[in-house]
């Protein structure tokens, strides 16, 4: 078992640019999770999946920010534009089903720094 | 709202001198309460998971309990290598609400 995969591990861009985070959730999970973890404000839930459907987005920023999970093996959380304030460690997670028997499984996230 | 609260935010022990984390919380309804540790650059990593008050899971030097307001962390003889920032969530029903960790460093 390979884990939860993200890709890439650090991104520097410039205020203004786009930014595409990738996930590989694990195989056979069938929820997904894009939190943000900050020193301030820890670890924020942003969007989950549940068999490649949204199900709550309500964490996420504002309108900057999508997430798409094209199948069950993909996902991307896009920022555009992107600002100073989103610098950050988005990780991914996954889970084989929503409930307390069934912890996450967290990739080791993408650093992202916009200069 | 849901919040989870951790103390102390960072804690120094010197290696064999045992201690505790505190993880405290307010839920509408606990379903489950987590504890992860998370290494530098990396992701949180699954430790335990307690569902009812007195329940108590262990692993290696670790024990965690869980009361109806909080749980705890108990770290025995610990190791430079069991330095790092240890998480506490719970479980709703809904969502995990997650607490902002307890930074643990382990001199040798």
């Known amino acids: 078992d390979a884990g939860v995969i993200q890709s890439p591990r650090h991104e520097v861009t410039e205020m203004g640019q786009e930014v595409t985070l990738r996930c590989k959730p694990i195989?056979?999970?069938?929820?997904l999770f894009w939190y943000r973890q900050t020193m301030m404000r820890g670890l924020e839930l942003l969007i989950y999946?549940?068999?490649?459907?949204?199900?709550?987005d309500s964490g996420m920023p504002e309108d900057r920010f999508s997430a798409k999970m094209p199948n069950a093996s993909f996902s991307t959380l896009k920022i555009q534009p992107s600002e100073p304030r989103d610098s950050a460690v988005y990780f991914c997670?996954?889970?084989?089903?929503?409930?307390?028997?069934?912890?996450?499984?967290f990739g080791n996230g993408t650093r992202l720094t916009v200069t | 709202e849901d919040q989870v609260t951790q103390s102390p935010e960072a804690l120094r022990l010197q290696e064999g001198e045992s201690s505790s984390l505190n993880c405290s919380y307010t839920v509408s309804g606990l379903r489950g309460l987590f504890w992860y540790r998370q290494d530098p650059g990396k992701g949180p990593e699954f430790l335990f998971t307690l569902y009812s008050a007195g329940e108590e899971k262990e692993k290696e030097r670790l024990k965690a309990t869980l009361t109806k307001k909080e749980s705890f962390l108990h770290i025995t003889a610990p190791k430079p290598e069991d330095s790092a920032t240890y998480l506490c969530?719970?479980?709703?029903?809904?969502?995990?609400?997650f607490g902002p960790g307890t930074r643990l460093s382990v001199l040798p």
């Open positions: 969530a719970v479980y709703n029903g809904q969502n995990f609400v």
């Open positions: 999946f549940n068999n490649n459907v949204p199900i709550d």
């Open positions: 195989s056979g999970h069938d929820y």
């Open positions: 997670a996954s889970s084989l089903y929503l409930g307390s028997s069934s912890p996450l499984h």
